[in-house]
C-alpha cells in the first residue's frame, strides 16, 4: 500500500495540476486531501473537481467551512475573507454542496487524517511546537496522524508514548513503538520558504514517509488573482513561499 497526502491546495489549479502530473508517476494505490481545498486562489471550481475525481478521502479544512459557516470566516483576516468572499460568489452550488458534506477527521488502520489537529478538530489548533504535539498525540488511535493547516512541513514522533520531539520535516522511516505526527504542507501556498509545492508519500512496505516538491508556474496563478481582483499581498507570497 503506497498513497499520496496533499493539502492546502487553496485554489491554486496550476499547483494542484503539477502535483497530480507528479503523482501519476509514481505509481500509488491512493490520493487523500487534508482539506482547504480553496481560499486564497483564483479556482475554486476547477480544483473541486479534481480533488473529487482524483482523491479516495478529503476532510474538510477551515477555509472550505468558511465558505458555509459565517462564524469559522470571522477567525480570518481581512485578506482570507476577501478570498472567502470571492469564492462564495464564483463557487457552483454542486462543488458547495461538497464542501460542506466533507467529514472533519478520517483514516483506517494505523493512520488518521486531519486538517489541523486531532485534538478538537474543528477549533483549528496549529500544531507548531512539541508542546502543542503533546494533545495531538494523546488524541488519535494507530501510529500515525497526518496534518496540514499551517503550510509547513514538520515531522513529530512520540516514543513509547512519553518522548515526544520534532525529528524532521521531509522524511522519516516507521518503526515498532514510534508514533508520528505529519504536517505534508502545502500544494497550494507554501510558508516554509519555498514556493514549490508540497506533499507527501507513505510507503506502507517500505514503512516509510517521504515529503516531495514539485515546480510550479506561480506565475500563472498570480496572473489569474490579479484578473480576478485578488489582494495583492496573497499574490506576492506565492514566490516568495511564505
Ligand atoms: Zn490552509
Known amino acids: 500500500m503506497r498513497f499520496a497526502v496533499i493539502s492546502d491546495i487553496h485554489s491554486n489549479l496550476e499547483a494542484l495540476t503539477a502535483v497530480l502530473n507528479d503523482i501519476d508517476k509514481r505509481q500509488v494505490d491512493e490520493i487523500i486531501c487534508l482539506g482547504d481545498v480553496v481560499g486564497y486562489g483564483p479556482n475554486p471550481n476547477e480544483c473541486i473537481e479534481l480533488i473529487r475525481s482524483n482523491c479516495s478521502l478529503c476532510i474538510k479544512g477551515n477555509h472550505d467551512a468558511a465558505i458555509s459557516d459565517r462564524v469559522v470566516m470571522e477567525y480570518f483576516n481581512v485578506y482570507a475573507q476577501v478570498a472567502v468572499q470571492f469564492t462564495r460568489d464564483v463557487l457552483d452550488s454542486d462543488n458547495m454542496a461538497y464542501l460542506a458534506s466533507l467529514p472533519l477527521i478520517g483514516g483506517k488502520d494505523q493512520e488518521t487524517f486531519v486538517h489541523a489537529s486531532p485534538y478538537d478538530p474543528d477549533q483549528w489548533y496549529y500544531i507548531t511546537t512539541e508542546y502543542h504535539a503533546i494533545f495531538a498525540f494523546a488524541s488519535f488511535q494507530g501510529a500515525r496522524c497526518y496534518v496540514g493547516h499551517s503550510h509547513i512541513p ?52 517500505r514503512n516509510d514517509y517521504q515529503l516531495i516538491r514539485v515546480d510550479y508556474d506561480y506565475r500563472k496563478t498570480q496572473e489569474r488573482m490579479k484578473m480576478n481582483s485578488l489582494p495583492e499581498y496573497l499574490i506576492n507570497r506565492l514566490a516568495l513561499g511564505n
Not at 159 to 183: A, D, T
Not at 189 to 204: C, E, K, M, N
Open 154 to 205: 514538520k515531522i513529530f514522533e512520540a516514543v513509547e508514548n512519553k518522548r515526544i520531539r520534532e525529528v524532521s520535516n521531509n522524511e522519516v522511516i516507521f518503526s515498532e513503538g514510534h508514533r508520528h505526527l505529519i504536517n505534508v504542507g502545502s500544494v497550494g501556498q507554501p510558508r516554509d520558504g519555498d514556493s514549490r509545492s508540497a506533499y507527501g508519500i507513505v510507503d506502507l512496505e
